[in-house]
């Protein structure tokens, strides 16, 4: 906890290179503009300048900004010259990067200090080197062969996502950030950690931390095996079939978030379990 500003990510290199850039005067999008170049070292199978974003910024004068940098499908991209093998993997898989476009822009247009600066944890992790971590996670497709589907593959075609960074004021003042990734488990992943904390009262490390499930089509559901034997049993009495899955599963997701305390202005960070999530705040 700290009254001047919190870092969450999924590893704590990551989250330290935020800390270090509030602790040099930075503001919180200079600082979430470390954590994100950081985990492009420390994370690239998941979060790297390849990839693509959101980011949500909420002004001191209560403008909210949406900072859309997801990148469009390739000119040429055409579904009838790809196989759902091509999608799964190499060239034809990947998605138009927008990542680094999208943290310069919100640097030029919110940022406090300069790219040097707010870049230089990510340079200097990146020179030294980083220590592996045993947790990996698997990747997913953004493009859809189906003709049928929203998401299909044409040409300058913007891939939809699910991705869904979340704030949540109260009687205006900031109350809660949270976000997790999942592909199409992350609403879900979302709902669940939100309801803990505005609805159920669990502080945001402990609103991360309960157990949680996944739903998919059929009524299968996905259960972390914490979830109590009598509601899983209910679940199944109300036609779900549910698969029983680790206590701790990244298949739920990898939530991060920050609250603040109404009364004093203090800042929690929590952070995922699950992953090599880690919180700090200064």
């Known amino acids: 906890m700290g009254l001047r500003g919190a870092a969450t990510s999924a590893h704590p290199l990551a989250s330290m290179a935020g800390i270090e850039i509030l602790l040099a005067g930075g503001n919180a999008v200079d600082a979430a503009v470390a954590v994100a170049a950081a985990l ?28 859309d940098f997801i990148g469009r499908a390739p000119a040429a991209a055409d579904a009838a010259g790809a196989t759902e093998a091509d999608l799964a993997g190499g060239p034809k898989s990947c998605a138009t990067p927008g990542n680094l476009g999208g943290w310069l822009a919100a640097l030029e247009r919110f940022g406090s200090m300069p790219r040097s600066a707010v870049l230089s944890p990510a340079i200097a992790l990146a020179e030294r080197g980083v220590p ?27 891939a939809g996502t699910m991705m869904s960074p979340t704030q949540v004021f109260r009687r205006g003042a900031f109350a809660l950030s949270i976000g997790t990734p999942g592909s199409y488990g992350i609403l879900q992943t979302q709902a669940q ?5 505005l609805e159920f009262g669990l502080n945001v490390q402990e609103a991360i931390e309960a157990p949680r499930l996944r739903v998919y089509r059929d009524r299968l559901v996905d259960a972390e095996a914490r979830i109590p034997h009598d509601v899983r049993e209910a679940l199944g009495r109300r036609g779900h079939q549910v698969n029983v899955i680790d206590d701790w599963s990244w ?15 203090a800042l929690m960070a929590g952070a995922d379990p699950r992953r090599d999530g880690y919180a700090l705040a200064v």
């Open 40 to 67: 492009n070292v420390v994370e690239p199978f998941m979060s790297s300048v390849g990839g693509i974003g959101l980011m949500l910024v909420s002004r001191p004068n209560g403008e909210r900004h949406v900072l």
């Open 132 to 158: 592996l971590s045993w947790k990996n996670v698997e990747f997913f497709k953004w493009m859809d062969l189906d003709p049928a589907s929203p998401n299909v593959l044409r040409p300058g075609r913007q």
């Open 193 to 197: 950690m939100m309801l803990n904390v």
């Open 251 to 265: 298949i739920v997701g990898g939530g991060q978030g920050i609250a603040r305390d109404p009364e004093t202005g």
